[in-house]
């Protein structure tokens, strides 16, 4: 059974519209999806969170030009009796210096009067070069430059 990919995967509705809007490249119909007191909230990333839509279309505008082939992917999505969508999706093309860029990750958007009211944006590059799971948990249980913790660590499996 082949996996299915795809805006498809959404129910009707704003966040369907935007991943498709996207698609084409279309980001004035991308933006008419959010709410002016859209609120984007970056968990993971507090610095980055902000609220309305211009900066969704400074966004998408720098988007659009710096990787002109970007194509949105939705791995996944559900949509809660809330109306919340959450969706499994990423981005990725080829930015005008040649240089490839892959981000992945989850959103899960707020639903206002048909419009994406907020979002909490879970989105990070695609890393195919890092470490392990081992190193990844060294990362958060050692001091930087320490053995020790990593030692014990080992000790404990």
Do not use: C
């Amino acid at each position: 059974m082949e996996a299915r990919t795809g805006p498809e995967l959404l129910e009707d509705g704003p966040v369907r519209r935007m991943v498709d809007a996207a698609n084409r490249h279309d980001l004035d119909a991308m933006v008419e999806e959010f709410a002016e007191d859209y609120e984007n909230v970056t968990p993971i990333h507090p610095a980055q969170s902000f609220t309305g839509r211009s900066q969704v279309r400074k966004n998408w505008e720098r988007l659009f030009r710096a990787v002109p082939d970007l194509r949105v992917t939705v791995h996944n999505a559900t949509t809660g009796p809330d109306r919340t969508v959450w969706m499994e999706w990423g981005n990725g093309g080829t930015r005008v210096d040649g240089v490839p860029v892959q981000m992945v990750g989850v959103a899960i958007f707020t639903v206002r009067s048909d419009r994406i009211a907020g979002v909490r944006f879970y989105l990070e590059p695609l890393d195919t070069a890092g470490g392990d799971v081992d190193a990844a948990v060294g990362e958060v249980t050692s001091a930087p430059g320490s053995t020790a913790l990593a030692a014990q660590g080992r000790e404990l499996r």
